[in-house]
């Protein structure tokens, strides 16, 4: 109910006064409050319509006036009634200026009008107009609860909020980070922002901020059952026991890095999760900072996962302490997997590894690819093969037991393994005297000699290219 509504009421027959801006005559009532007193502000509520006789109110001097008026800007209130014939014949020129001054309303109510009928007209109102918005609140809860249930995205859900009270709305996490946001941002500084807490367990909790819309909208009662919904559809999306998260989606993964799961039980596997082991898969590994903090590293998690939903139709995840695995389907963009990933994260924070469309015969490689990888800030490509990836693919009993037999004479020399130790940072660095010593902690010459003694156990000459890469992979057949 705005000022304008009574003033548009012929019944009433109330009057305006004053001159105020327009945007004041659209301003909402909250309620309405009658008051003698020379300073009522202290049982005013924002946005109140005030109703006075003038009981108290008998000052021939313009200041004081404008100083009475300037208490009630400041509550503000949405418009002061002024009701003749009881104390006042006429409205004093000095409230008249006063209003004038400050933009407040001013409403002349007739005399036949009963006090008693004009209070009780506004909250008539007032309660009709909050049955209408709780019942659109209902609605509207109605309609995003069926867009929940039918697996879309929390951003297609906070599209139609959007678009239901003409705001921006944003997702905020217990960090204050926006995990997902829609409608038309709000440049004006001068826009309030209302946030709503969002029904949950004690501790930290998800937030509702909304920026705009109309001018009146009672987000409280209009957004309340809205809330719960998101709050249902946030544990749903981001609990462990929900589809994107199922035991079943952690056994595919679990069985991927195992070798003796073999490619049909994958693909059981796959459909149980809600994949389909017949279409090309992504992949996408997000890797906290070590140093961070295991909540931290679940926050990145959540956002990366809501972002991950807005362009994947198909999304399944599973936690480490420090990583997160994606696995994902139907892309709904051209984008790939980890395009638009810093709008959502900080990737100064986490490394990102990502992969284009593979095959189901790829992604068990492929995961342990980027399982292997070290944590390093940023975004970068899965590499497309890796040499222990190599190793793992050739399963055969006789190639494990020749390359031990080939590696042997140096386990049989030094129990120790110093002399294998020193094979491998050779053979990784290839051969590169400097970053072997700081790797090892050795002089060159003891490099050199050790060196020399591998050649003479082994039988073979290390500046041979594929004497090198045979060992290279025989060192990592055995270490499978």
């Known amino acids: 109910m705005r000022v304008r509504d009574l003033l548009d009421d012929d019944v009433l027959g109330v009057e305006l006064r004053s001159e105020p801006d327009q945007p004041q005559l659209d301003q909402p009532i909250s309620g309405c409050a009658q008051s003698e007193l020379m300073d009522p502000t202290p049982f005013l509520q924002r946005g109140e319509l005030m109703v006075t006789t003038g009981m108290a109110l008998h000052f021939e001097d313009h200041r004081t006036w404008e100083a009475y008026v300037e208490r009630l800007a400041t509550v503000p209130i949405s418009g002061l009634a002024f009701s003749l014939g009881r104390i006042h014949g006429a409205l004093p020129n000095g409230l008249v200026s006063a209003c004038n001054q400050h933009g407040i309303p001013l409403l002349e109510l007739p005399e036949d009008l009963p006090l008693l009928q004009f209070s009780r007209h506004i909250w008539q109102e007032l309660a009709a107009q909050r049955y209408e918005i709780v019942r659109a609140g209902w609605e509207l809860a109605d309609e995003c609860t069926r867009l929940a249930t039918h697996g879309v ?100 993964i679990e069985a991927m890095l195992d070798d003796s799961v073999g490619t049909e039980a994958l693909a059981t596997l796959a459909r149980s999760a809600g994949l389909d082991p017949d279409a090309p898969c992504q992949l996408l590994s997000v890797s906290a900072d070590p140093n961070a903090s295991t909540a931290n590293a679940r926050l990145v998690a959540w956002r990366a996962q809501v972002h991950l939903e807005s362009r994947f139709g198909v999304v399944r995840f599973f936690e480490h302490p420090q990583r997160t695995v994606f696995l994902l ?74 390359a031990g037999r080939f590696i042997a004479p140096l386990d049989a020399a030094d129990p120790t393994g110093v002399l294998t130790e020193t094979l491998g940072a050779y053979l990784r660095h290839s ?6 010593g700081d790797e090892l902690f050795i002089h060159r010459n003891t490099l050199a000699y050790r060196i020399r003694r591998i050649e003479t156990l082994l039988g073979v000459d290390l500046q041979d290219g594929e004497t090198r890469a045979t060992l290279l992979l025989a060192l990592h057949i055995i270490s499978a």
Do not use: C, K, N
């Open 153 to 252: 995205p929390i951003v297609t859900v906070l599209q139609r909020i959007a678009d239901a009270i003409d705001a921006h709305v944003a997702l905020m996490d217990p960090a204050d980070f926006p995990l997902a946001s829609a409608g038309v941002p709000v440049t004006r500084s001068s826009a309030a922002a209302t946030t709503l807490a969002l029904p949950g367990g004690s501790g930290a909790r998800f937030t509702l901020r909304i920026r705009g819309g109309a001018e009146g909208q009672l987000l409280q009662p209009l957004l309340g059952p809205v809330a719960a919904v998101l709050a249902m559809q946030l544990s749903y999306t981001l609990a462990s026991s929900s589809p994107l998260h199922s035991p079943a989606a952690a056994r595919l």
């Open 329 to 402: 389907q139907r892309p709904g963009t051209a984008e790939g997997a980890a395009q638009g990933l810093a709008a959502a994260i900080d990737l100064a924070q986490v490394g990102v590894i990502h992969s284009g469309d593979l095959s189901w015969e790829e992604i068990p490689l492929a995961l342990r690819m980027a399982m292997r990888q070290s944590h390093t800030a940023g975004v970068r490509a899965l590499p497309p093969l890796d040499l222990a990836s190599i190793a793992q693919a050739l399963p055969s009993a006789g190639l494990a037991s020749l």
């Open 431 to 436: 051969g590169a005297a400097r970053a072997i």
